[in-house]
């Protein structure tokens, strides 16, 4: 039997979608999107396609061809993924192009058992080629604090043996994906319960979504394990409820971008020769998602190792370097995360009130971001807090998060991305927040320089909102029950 097909994804023109219409409508309401029409001026959609809608594989090799690249192979199954290799985009072309010209009988019998069929998945490209500039961001998916931060610090800074690893593959979460027809990917969620955006720069996917509210029918009893191909033969004794779910289904053509809300699990096929730009990401709308999939992590690794806990000399960072290890980051890396970006969020506000009176209230069009960005982090820091999650988070001062040129760094990128998104004429001068310092930001009471729990993020914001007048009806605005609403939707 195959699969239950309950719909298709909407399409929309990019160009005629207001910011304001695609936040209202698909990232608060986490639901997917396929929109057309943001990819007219991209270098890549020149330089990376022939005339004929095929990839130009050479164009890659003469001018990337000494990147170091991680390839899966599409038919070799690895725990939950598809095996990986590394290789050099030079003899991945080679391979593909080899491919290619062997006679369709030879193709057919590689391909029947996915033998040979390799995928290059997750190349850095932003950041191994900056100065190349392939693609702008949409201003729909500009609002990025995960890549916004990583420009500037790394997510996981304990030293030891997952540092290596951790710099390569986590360095940024915008990526490359090139692979010919019939390489796939198997059905998953994404890293972290991030948004993601998918845009084809040439070829054709087809795309298999299963909404947060029907995840569990793709788990097996014990909710450890799910499906890893959604066509194969899908054992019922293994896994009862997957017959009963009801998938949406896209087929996603050249310049089309595919929105891909948090927690959605997702299969796809390349149905052409295909080239596409994906980049993950999180904001104030699928914050409580990203904190509720480490807490659950975190569970998962702490019973993990239960049975060691007894001979164990420090039980606790052992699950924090195993939660780091397994899903990119502990709780003090989220904790850290979530004080540089709430003091930049709140240097912003007080910039802007200072600048401009007129901005004083919390519900003005320029402050309006920023409170609802504060609310969020208040609203997890408060969920942090009921599981006591602060005991294991390690202590921040906020005189050196402040002092450090990398915060400032984080300041400046956000507040130019504030201005592009929302279309705000320049109201600090960005040297401004070079000149910031302790002692002339009032709105830091003295008494919370340390920072080691959730609590005193959440007095800050608390005192950050006092003190500047924001207008605290705000925050008991319609804005935050959508996050309740969020939280409840469904499982991760
Ligand atoms: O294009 C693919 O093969 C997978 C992309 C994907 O899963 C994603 O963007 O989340």
């Given at each position: ?33 396929v ?7 991209w ?8 005339q ?40 991945f ?31 850095h ?34 030293p ?149 806990r ?13 939660l ?14 979530m004080?540089?970006v ?56 906020v ?74 009806s ?19």
């Open positions: 039997m195959g699969l239950k097909i309950g719909g298709e994804l909407e399409r929309i023109n990019g160009k005629e979608l207001s910011y304001k219409d695609f936040v209202d409508n698909y990232l608060v309401k986490n639901q997917p999107v929109l057309t029409g943001l990819m007219d001026d270098r890549a959609c020149k330089d990376w396609v022939f004929d809608g095929k990839p130009n594989l050479p164009f890659f090799s003469t001018h990337f061809g000494n990147s170091k690249v991680q390839v899966a192979e599409c038919g070799k199954r690895e725990f939950t993924d598809q095996k990986r290799v590394e290789m050099s985009v030079s003899n072309v080679n391979h593909w192009l080899a491919m290619s010209t062997k006679d369709s009988t030879d193709i057919s019998i590689c391909q029947e058992n996915d033998e040979s069929l390799l995928y290059l998945k997750d190349w490209f932003v950041k191994e080629y900056p100065e190349y500039v392939a693609y702008t961001t949409p201003l729909f998916f500009r609002d990025d604090w995960l890549n916004l931060y990583l420009n500037s610090y790394n997510m996981h800074t304990d030891g043996t997952y540092q290596e690893t951790n710099e390569i593959s986590c360095s940024d979460y915008r990526f490359v994906y090139m692979g010919a027809k019939g390489t796939w990917t198997p059905l998953h969620a994404d890293v972290f319960r991030s948004y993601s955006w998918s845009a084809n720069v040439c070829g054709k996917k087809q795309w298999h979504f299963l909404s947060p509210s029907q995840c569990h029918l793709v788990f097996d009893r014990n909710l450890k394990n799910s499906v890893y191909d959604i066509f194969d033969d899908v054992p019922e004794a293994k896994f009862p409820g997957f017959k009963k779910a009801i998938w949406m289904e896209c087929t996603q053509d050249r310049n089309e971008i595919i929105f891909v809300p948090s927690g959605w699990y997702h299969q796809v096929q390349n149905m052409e020769d295909t080239i596409s730009i994906n980049h993950n990401w999180f904001n104030a709308h699928n914050l409580s998602y990203v904190w509720k999939l480490l807490l659950k992590d975190y569970n998962e690794a702490k019973e993990y190792i239960e049975d060691i007894d001979i164990c000399e420090d039980f606790e960072s052992l699950c924090q370097r195993n780091a290890a397994n899903t990119g980051m502990n709780f003090s890396d989220f904790f850290s995360f004080i540089r709430a003091f930049a969020n709140m240097i912003q506000l007080y910039l802007n009130v200072k600048n401009n009176e007129e901005h004083m209230r919390g519900s003005s069009p320029r402050t309006q971001p920023l409170v609802l960005n504060l609310l969020s982090i208040k609203k997890v820091c408060l969920s942090m807090k009921l599981v006591d999650a602060e005991n294991r988070s390690s202590l921040l001062d005189r050196e998060v402040l002092k450090d040129p990398l915060f400032l760094e984080l300041c400046r990128d956000m507040e130019i991305n504030y201005q592009m998104i929302h279309d705000w004429e320049k109201c600090s001068d960005t040297s401004e927040h070079s000149r910031i310092n302790i002692d002339n930001l009032e709105f830091v009471d003295s008494n919370l320089f340390n920072m080691s729990c959730s609590e005193h993020l959440i007095r800050i914001i608390d005192y950050v909102f006092s003190h500047l007048a924001v207008d605290s705000f925050e008991n605005s319609g804005l935050v029950s959508k996050f309740v609403e969020l939280d409840t939707s469904g499982i991760l």
